[in-house]
């Protein structure tokens, strides 16, 4: 079973540890804005620094990797293909969709998801949590009128990927936008007007 923390960075950024308890192994998720105090949790904690995961690579998810790449050499940058250059780093796991990466005794999945950004990607936790970076808030979805942003994609996206999952999954977003930091996938799919609306038009008329 996976442990997830939620850290808040930022504004309203959410940074992620998800941790292996069997084998200490830890992956941080979005260290964006300033990632001290994910990396005290990780020492204060004894895990080991396996993964350090870019949802997308706007700065606010990604500004800190080369202090962590520093601190943490043997920790390796995962990040989609699409998303390698705009990173301005070497990214040492390139990810396609239907991924798998093992964290200890933990599963991985990812899960391509362009409409924000055109490389964006979610992370399957263990099949039980779903962290979706700036593609899915708790309550709306991320914003597609930005540079690479797709609104099309983003509907796509939202309907034929994340509608397809399964409802127990934990929502873990990139901000804290909603009314709880985070919520079952099964309470969105009902109450989150961005996985209600019926086509691309009804879609494209949301405020
Ligand atoms: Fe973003």
Redo the contacts with the bound molecule.
Sequence with gaps: MAAIEQIRVGFDNFSYIICCPISKKAAIVDPGYDVSKTLEFISSKNLELEYVVNT?Y?S??SSENKRVKNLHPLAKIVASKADEAKLGMKVDVTISDGDRLKLGEISLDFILTPG??PGGICIIVDNEALITG?TLFIGDC?RTDLPGGDLVQMYRTLNEKIMSLPDHLIVYP?HDYGDKPFDTLGNQKRTNKTLLTKNLNEFSKIP
Excluded: E, Q, S, V
């Design positions: 997308h706007h606010d998810h924000h950004t700036d991320g990139g």
